[in-house]
Protein backbone atom coordinates (compact mmCIF):
# COMPACT_ATOMS: atom_id res chain seq x y z
CA UNK A 1 0.00 0.00 0.00
CA UNK A 2 1.46 3.29 -0.83
CA UNK A 3 1.04 6.01 1.16
CA UNK A 4 1.06 9.33 0.80
CA UNK A 5 1.49 12.82 3.25
CA UNK A 6 0.89 16.35 2.38
CA UNK A 7 2.72 19.60 4.22
CA UNK A 8 2.98 23.14 3.39
CA UNK A 9 -0.21 24.27 3.43
CA UNK A 10 -1.29 27.46 4.70
CA UNK A 11 -2.88 31.30 4.14
CA UNK A 12 -0.55 33.56 1.95
CA UNK A 13 -1.71 36.67 -0.31
CA UNK A 14 -2.33 37.65 -3.49
CA UNK A 15 0.81 37.18 -5.30
CA UNK A 16 2.66 35.15 -2.90
CA UNK A 17 4.04 31.96 -3.23
CA UNK A 18 4.01 28.85 -1.16
CA UNK A 19 5.60 25.58 -1.51
CA UNK A 20 3.82 21.90 -0.84
CA UNK A 21 5.74 18.86 -0.46
CA UNK A 22 3.96 15.12 -0.35
CA UNK A 23 6.53 12.61 1.32
CA UNK A 24 5.69 8.77 -0.34
CA UNK A 25 6.33 5.73 1.09
CA UNK A 26 4.89 1.76 0.26
CA UNK A 27 6.74 1.52 -3.19
CA UNK A 28 9.87 2.06 -5.27
CA UNK A 29 9.05 5.83 -5.52
CA UNK A 30 10.57 6.12 -9.10
CA UNK A 31 8.07 3.40 -10.43
CA UNK A 32 5.40 5.85 -9.73
CA UNK A 33 4.07 8.81 -11.46
CA UNK A 34 3.17 11.85 -8.91
CA UNK A 35 0.30 14.35 -9.90
CA UNK A 36 -1.47 17.50 -7.94
CA UNK A 37 -4.71 17.64 -7.95
CA UNK A 38 -7.22 20.37 -6.08
CA UNK A 39 -10.72 20.86 -5.29
CA UNK A 40 -12.58 23.62 -3.62
CA UNK A 41 -15.95 23.35 -1.67
CA UNK A 42 -18.85 22.50 -4.28
CA UNK A 43 -16.45 21.77 -7.19
CA UNK A 44 -14.94 18.89 -8.57
CA UNK A 45 -11.45 17.64 -8.20
CA UNK A 46 -9.40 19.47 -10.51
CA UNK A 47 -5.83 18.20 -12.24
CA UNK A 48 -3.02 20.80 -11.27
CA UNK A 49 0.03 19.09 -12.93
CA UNK A 50 1.97 15.48 -12.73
CA UNK A 51 5.44 14.67 -13.30
CA UNK A 52 6.46 11.36 -14.57
CA UNK A 53 9.22 8.50 -12.43
CA UNK A 54 11.77 9.95 -13.46
CA UNK A 55 10.46 13.29 -14.18
CA UNK A 56 11.62 13.98 -17.54
CA UNK A 57 8.00 14.57 -18.41
CA UNK A 58 5.81 16.65 -16.86
CA UNK A 59 2.49 18.33 -17.73
CA UNK A 60 0.20 21.23 -16.25
CA UNK A 61 -3.47 22.71 -15.98
CA UNK A 62 -3.77 25.70 -18.20
CA UNK A 63 -4.89 27.50 -15.40
CA UNK A 64 -1.68 26.86 -13.44
CA UNK A 65 1.02 27.04 -16.42
CA UNK A 66 4.01 29.23 -15.59
CA UNK A 67 2.66 29.74 -12.14
CA UNK A 68 3.28 25.98 -10.84
CA UNK A 69 6.21 24.18 -11.32
CA UNK A 70 6.20 20.32 -10.06
CA UNK A 71 9.57 18.37 -9.03
CA UNK A 72 10.40 15.68 -7.51
CA UNK A 73 13.49 13.87 -5.57
CA UNK A 74 13.40 10.43 -5.77
CA UNK A 75 16.46 10.31 -3.15
CA UNK A 76 13.96 11.58 -0.87
CA UNK A 77 10.74 9.72 -1.94
CA UNK A 78 9.19 13.31 -2.22
CA UNK A 79 7.61 15.27 -4.79
CA UNK A 80 6.74 19.17 -4.35
CA UNK A 81 4.56 21.64 -6.27
CA UNK A 82 5.88 24.79 -6.35
CA UNK A 83 3.65 27.47 -6.83
CA UNK A 84 4.10 31.48 -7.42
CA UNK A 85 1.78 34.49 -8.11
CA UNK A 86 -0.87 32.72 -6.50
CA UNK A 87 -4.90 33.93 -6.90
CA UNK A 88 -7.46 33.82 -4.91
CA UNK A 89 -9.05 31.54 -7.35
CA UNK A 90 -6.19 28.61 -6.21
CA UNK A 91 -7.66 28.60 -3.09
CA UNK A 92 -8.55 24.83 -2.35
CA UNK A 93 -7.70 21.86 -0.98
CA UNK A 94 -4.64 20.30 -2.84
CA UNK A 95 -4.17 16.75 -2.77
CA UNK A 96 -1.14 14.95 -3.98
CA UNK A 97 -1.69 11.84 -5.92
CA UNK A 98 0.39 8.32 -7.00
CA UNK A 99 -0.09 6.08 -10.18
CA UNK A 100 1.45 2.30 -10.95
CA UNK A 101 0.30 2.51 -14.88
CA UNK A 102 2.94 5.09 -16.50
CA UNK A 103 0.07 7.23 -17.68
CA UNK A 104 0.59 10.14 -20.18
CA UNK A 105 -0.74 12.74 -21.85
CA UNK A 106 -4.15 13.96 -21.42
CA UNK A 107 -4.89 10.40 -19.62
CA UNK A 108 -3.24 12.00 -16.18
CA UNK A 109 -5.39 15.16 -16.20
CA UNK A 110 -8.56 12.16 -15.13
CA UNK A 111 -8.54 12.00 -11.85
CA UNK A 112 -9.86 8.27 -11.77
CA UNK A 113 -7.19 6.96 -13.29
CA UNK A 114 -4.64 7.98 -9.95
CA UNK A 115 -4.17 4.79 -7.81
CA UNK A 116 -3.26 6.35 -4.75
CA UNK A 117 -3.99 9.90 -2.82
CA UNK A 118 -3.06 11.99 0.06
CA UNK A 119 -5.40 13.69 2.59
CA UNK A 120 -5.29 16.66 1.27
CA UNK A 121 -3.52 20.10 2.47
CA UNK A 122 -5.27 23.82 2.20
CA UNK A 123 -4.34 26.50 0.86
CA UNK A 124 -6.45 29.40 0.94
CA UNK A 125 -5.10 32.96 -0.98
CA UNK A 126 -6.17 36.03 0.85
CA UNK A 127 -5.70 39.60 1.54
Known amino acids: QVQLVESGGGLVQPGGSLSLSCAVS????????MGWFRQAPGKEREFVGA????????MYADSVKGRFTIARDNAKNTVYLQMNSLKPEDTSVYYC????????????????????WGQGTQVTVSS
Open 51 to 58: ISGQGWST
Open 26 to 33: GRTFSSLG
Open 97 to 116: AAEMAGLVGATRANAERWDF
